[in-house]
């Protein structure tokens, strides 16, 4: 399996927006998208890292670090073509942004956000280190389910 983080341009964002047309992903995420690409704010671009996640040649997916700090980031991803989820794939993803953020650019602290039913998702995060450090109340989602959401935060071992 050849895994690829390509850096997201314009182009893709027809793939996103046919992505978001299954409404398949609103089962499990808020967005499929960067905060600065929802609000079209350039300003939140600067803070921002977006990518296409690409296996052997096909892109499957999303991924990035947004609010950006020197200090710490948010992460998001998606894998959108379903026949892709549940093999590792998402946890080899978020290994390399953890890699990318401590080691290269020295963060202390990196955030994701998850629904609570999203119970694969929430695994793979834990397997990867993270933990829930809190929970928002329930709430309705776009796919009219209510539920809760749990912040999760990872730590850099260095700051400890």
Not at 15 to 37: D, F, M, Q
Not at 96 to 103: E, G, T, V, Y
Request: net charge positive; glycine share 4%.
């Amino acid at each position: 399996m050849c895994l690829e983080l390509i850096k997201f341009s314009n182009e893709n964002i027809k793939l996103i927006e046919e992505w978001e047309s299954t409404n398949e992903l609103s089962k499990y995420l808020s967005h499929t998208r960067p905060e600065y690409l929802r609000k079209a704010n350039l300003e939140l671009k600067k803070h921002t890292l977006f990518f296409m996640i690409k296996i052997n040649g096909k892109i499957i997916g999303a991924t990035w670090m947004e609010n950006i700090t020197e200090n710490n980031a948010t992460i998001g991803i998606y894998i959108a073509i379903t026949n892709y989820r549940r093999k590792g794939i998402g946890s080899e993803v978020i290994k390399i942004l953890i890699d990318r953020a401590f080691k290269q650019m020295n963060l202390k602290i990196l955030y994701l956000n998850v629904r609570e039913k999203n119970i694969n998702a929430i695994k793979c995060y834990k397997k990867c280190g993270f933990k829930i450090t809190k929970e928002y109340p329930k709430a309705y989602f776009m796919d009219s389910s209510y539920q809760g959401k749990y912040q999760m935060t990872l730590i850099n071992d260095k700051f400890i």
